[in-house]
């Protein structure tokens, strides 16, 4: 049985840091880009972050500069550091296991086939005021 589980998340005041972490178990691929999406109700969800197998990281405009993507392969464990939060930073945070490298994450939000087939998290929900 494949999962990913995520932690981390929290209520921080703005300027505060948060370090989500995403365990994978079962047999998830080596190959897949292990990436970040958020959501807050009302609105579409947004693709945050992204690590290839090869180690090429991407992030959406609105994090670059704050957050760091990273991925331990032995753990089978991709993170992401989130510093001088924002309280637009608010939302329900997901993990997910994508069948692609070399994309980045805006293109990889925007595969919706993608998207549907991949291995998803539960969520961790972090809040920003």
């Known amino acids: 049985h494949v999962q990913l589980v995520e932690s981390g998340g929290g209520s921080v005041e703005a300027g505060g840091s948060l370090r989500l972490s995403c365990v994978a178990s079962g047999d998830v691929p080596s190959s897949y880009a292990r990436t970040w999406f958020r959501q807050v109700p009302g609105k579409e969800r947004e693709g945050v972050a992204a690590i290839d197998s090869m180690g090429q990281i991407s992030y959406v405009d609105s994090v670059k500069g704050r957050f760091v993507i990273s991925r331990d392969n032995a753990k089978n464990t991709h993170y992401l550091q989130m510093n001088n939060l924002k309280p637009e930073d608010t939302g329900m945070y997901y993990c997910?296991?994508?069948?692609?490298?070399?994309?980045?994450?805006?293109?990889?939000?925007?595969?919706?086939?993608?998207?549907?087939?991949?291995?998803w998290g539960l969520g961790t929900q972090v809040t920003v005021s």
């Open positions: 997910a296991a994508l069948g692609a490298t070399g994309l980045p994450i805006s293109t990889l939000a925007a595969n919706h086939r993608l998207l549907a087939v991949g291995i």
